[in-house]
């Protein structure tokens, strides 16, 4: 069982439930229903907690099961079933987590492009203006965390994320990576040298702008084998190194070979795995898109100050950790 309780980030406690027997059970719920079980908070909701889903903890998280559930009805309700249908099947990037915690940032100064109409730009703008991306280049897109002491999934979304400050939003990028009982030292390295490697490539591309793009943060939240000091190794299999270079690579495929070696060597590998991807290129240009109205020079400093905001929030905290 499972189900919405509200997480107040105060001392006070309010709740709100809404609870649904089983994942199986949900073609019995309402689209509507179903549509409210997937927003954390709607856009008329009271802001004053973080959202959570408490459930039995099981290799897969029901928020993922309740969106494939919900997207294989609507695509059973609109094909024909006598007919073959070809489809475009993504990956899941969390699926080499047993708890994955997750972290999506909207990164940049600016969301909106310059073919949007002046109606949609206002919207952007003003959203940009009333949240931390204008200051400090980077919002909150939405949160999946897991809390090892009560083994339960705690999630914000975008329209919480809203409303942030840039303080408050420096301490949010280290809670995310406090398991419950105490903060993953041994993943704040690496996160901070693949957000600098990123940063490096970014301040070469010239003309890219990368309007109301994402990105996405994950690890394994499952650390209760973890040594209680923590390390800042990397996590080796029969002596390979499984964390991928900061060149490039995939970090799927770097733990390709510790997958025949069983699901227990798995899971130690991927524990101190930290996966950071950019997502969400809709809205990114540069001067050799020729349906673009403007050309842009230089890199996307709009982008990169995102970055330097979530950069300086790690380091700092490390040093003041004592």
């Given amino acids: 069982d499972f189900q919405y309780i509200g997480y107040p980030m105060s001392d006070e406690t309010s709740t709100v439930t809404h609870t649904m027997n089983d994942v199986s059970s949900m073609h019995s719920v309402t689209e509507e229903e179903n549509l409210r079980f997937l927003k954390c908070s709607r856009r008329g909701e009271s802001r004053d907690g973080v959202k959570s889903m408490a459930f039995t903890t099981s290799n897969s998280t029901p928020w993922t099961d309740v969106c494939k559930k919900l997207m294989t009805n609507v695509l059973e309700e609109e094909n024909d079933e006598s007919k073959l249908h070809e489809y475009i099947v993504i990956e899941n990037l969390t699926g080499k987590f ?24 206002q919207l952007h703008l003003e959203r940009c203006e009333t949240t931390t991306s204008k200051a400090i280049g980077v919002r909150l897109g939405g949160m999946q965390l897991y809390n090892t002491l009560d083994s339960k999934y705690y999630f914000m979304d975008k329209y919480y994320g809203r409303s942030f400050t840039p303080q408050a939003f420096c301490k949010l990028i280290t809670d995310f990576l406090y398991s419950g009982k105490r903060y993953r030292w041994e993943l704040f390295p690496d996160f901070i040298r693949k957000l600098k490697d990123l940063r490096e490539v970014l301040k070469t591309q010239d003309s890219y702008r990368l309007f109301s793009s994402s ?13 209680s000091e923590g390390t800042n190794e990397s996590p080796t299999v029969n002596g390979h190194v499984t964390t991928p270079p900061s060149s490039g690579g995939h970090d799927c ?21 930290l996966d950071v991807r950019m997502i969400d290129f809709c809205n990114t240009t540069h001067r050799h898109c020729v349906d673009d109205p403007v050309k842009y ?22 040093k003041n950790k004592n």
Avoid at 215 to 227: A, P, R, S, V
Avoid at 253 to 273: E, H, I, P, Y
């Fill in 253 to 273: 495929s770097s733990l390709a070979m510790v997958q025949s070696q069983g699901d227990d060597t798995l899971q130690k590998a991927t524990r101190k795995l």
């Fill in 98 to 121: 047993k708890c994955p915690c997750v972290l999506d940032l909207k990164v940049g100064t600016r969301t909106h492009s310059d073919g949007m109409s002046e109606a949609k730009k």
């Fill in 215 to 227: 990105l996405l943060i994950m690890y394994e939240g499952d650390d209760q084998e973890e040594n």
């Fill in 297 to 318: 020079d230089g890199p996307d400093e709009g982008y990169l100050l995102g970055l330097t905001t979530i950069i300086d929030a790690l380091e700092t905290f490390l």
